[in-house]
């Protein structure tokens, strides 16, 4: 048996927490041995998760010209039978360059990287074995760091099948799909179902709840569903899978599954991203009195420690958040407490999350639900980045910024971003939450200009109308609505013509002032009808026609007629607040357009959209960044319109057009 060597701490694993937890203790002067399973260094970090995931995505987004082609109208083939690997050329560069950054770090600070599989001998001696099972050190020490990570979850019976990986085999595939089903709408399986649809996979996205992302601002997670939707991709919620079938002799779509819910799909490939399990198999620490929960995942207290208390644990082996970002801090937060060192001693109470979804998403703080579910109240100020100088250059047009804040002390308490530099952005709130700062902070503060983070004050000014606002009175008393329709402020419409608008599920809103101006908003479809229009415009007076299809939404007219709002032909004019389009027939009267709604070529988008402009309706996008549902929501906003102002009229509760106003 070999010696024991006598160390002040011995790290397990090399990922982030593991080694800025090392590199700590050291710093301190504390003499540190880390021991890594792997022959290189890093962990998931560097070389399954965050790292090839976020390369693969920048290159996904460089390749396809995603970011800019509906700005500059281009769009770029793919070579589909390249490997991922062949195509994120880049990414053996990235790992290398990090792997011996961690290296020097370790080497800077005299930690030892002891490669070999760790498991405890009993409280105070960890045994590194070889790949052959002989232990080849032993290792004892005052504290120890379990930073063991974890790994993903696959369904027994798939784990052979080349065609059937996790998010840590995903690099292996051998060329883009053309068909792809991914499992789980998290933050991981909604990252890689973005990345893949940019990349051009025809997508299906299954989720067991209902809706993707959960725990984030229900606003943004509706964003990302309905942007998904645009891309092409399906995506069924409340659904599992059964079973996964490979049909033999079938070169293409040769995976079938069967869901739950009865519904068949085939795929070419399926990505499983059903949650991960803490990485403790083998280390033995049923031996030692360490709990460990059924998950795999270590139990800890405040300050890391597990139950036995010089044997700490951090990062994705305890589970939620599981972040990069928050593993490194709680491994220097968990080594100060260890060694007692005056420095960190505590974790920062609100941590950023990043989602590099298409668009990103990053968030600080609870979400509005979250709030509202605690009874907290709030106020939000909102900004969109099409009304942003620096958002209209880079036609960044579904962005938005989200502040969340205390109505009576303006204290911020949240702030939610939607937007290519959403992971950046949300580190200005970030600094003004961590000092306890008020929304005052974004109004004083002078940016530069043009930048998206000029939108913080503009979010802020939002918020602080709606405060005021909350001191008039509204609904009914004063709201400018009952009176005629052609003097309302504001026409608006919202697509549900698309099958299987249900409530939850997002729709598109278009609201047309006075002057023909449109903006679009996404709305989570409720069936009370509220939150379809912003409060300011409910008050300011409005027409809204609900476009539709075959059926009419009853149960969203039952809502609206709930809240008191009037539709055309069960009241008088005056008081009509609510009419019904059918998209598909405004543009045949339009256009005499033969081709019906859901004919979603370019050609017969742009004709489209020529309509709308040739009546001066203004768009914050162009023709090639413009999409079907926002034409549709464009289409029944003017419908309102025309008729508020009698140049249309209604046959039942739908408007119609018999001739070109
Ligand atoms: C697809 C994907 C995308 C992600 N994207 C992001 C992101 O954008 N931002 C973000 O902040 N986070 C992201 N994450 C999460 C991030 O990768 C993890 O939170 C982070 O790597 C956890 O660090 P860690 O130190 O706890 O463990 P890990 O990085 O998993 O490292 C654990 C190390 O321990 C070693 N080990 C395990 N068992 C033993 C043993 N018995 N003996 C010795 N060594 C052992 C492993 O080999 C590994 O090197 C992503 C994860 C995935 C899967």
Known sequence: MPEVEKFDLVVLGSGPGGEKAAAQAAYFDKRVALVERSADVGGACVHTGTLPSKTLRETALYLTGFRRRELYGMSVRLDRKKSLRQLVGRLQAVTQAQTQQIRRNLARHAVPVVTGRAAFEDDRTVAVLDPEGQVSRRLSADVFLIATGSSPFLPPGTAGDPDVVDSDRILNLDRVPTTMTVVGGGVIGTEYACLFAALGTRLTLVEGRDRLLGGVDEELSTAIELT???????ILLGDAVDSIVREPGRATNALRLKLKSGRKIRADKV???????????GLHLENIGVAVTPRGHVSVNEHFQTTVPHIYAVGDVIGFPALASVSMEQGRVAMCHAFQ???????????????????????????????????????????????NARGQITGENEGLIKLLFDPTTRKLLAAHILGDEATELIHVPMFVMAHGGTIDAFIDAVFNFPTLSESFKYAAYDGLQRVERRSRPTDGAVRATRCDPATRSYFAGVDLSRPGLLAGRPSTVCIMDRWRRCRFSTWAYESSGSGVLPDDIETLGYVLAVGCGEEMPEDLLAGLRRRGRGIVGETSDDCVEVVLARPSDLW???????????????????????????EALEFPVGPDAIHDDQLDAAAAAYAAYLWATKQASAEGAYVTITSRS
């Open 588 to 614: 045949k009267a339009w256009a005499e357009l033969g081709k019906r709604r859901g004919a979603s070529t370019p050609a017969a988008r742009r004709l489209r959209y020529d309509i709308l402009r040739a």
């Open 228 to 234: 998904l939707e645009r891309m092409g991709a399906q």
């Open 341 to 387: 060192i005056a420095y960190k001693t505590s974790m920062a109470p609100y941590t950023p999350y990043g989602i590099y979804s298409i668009p990103e998403i990053s968030s600080i703080g609870p979400s509005e639900q979250e709030l509202k579910s605690k009874g907290i109240d709030y106020e939000i100020g909102r900004a969109r980045f099409e009304n």
């Open 271 to 281: 990505l499983f991203s059903a949650g991960r399990a803490g990485n403790t198999g």
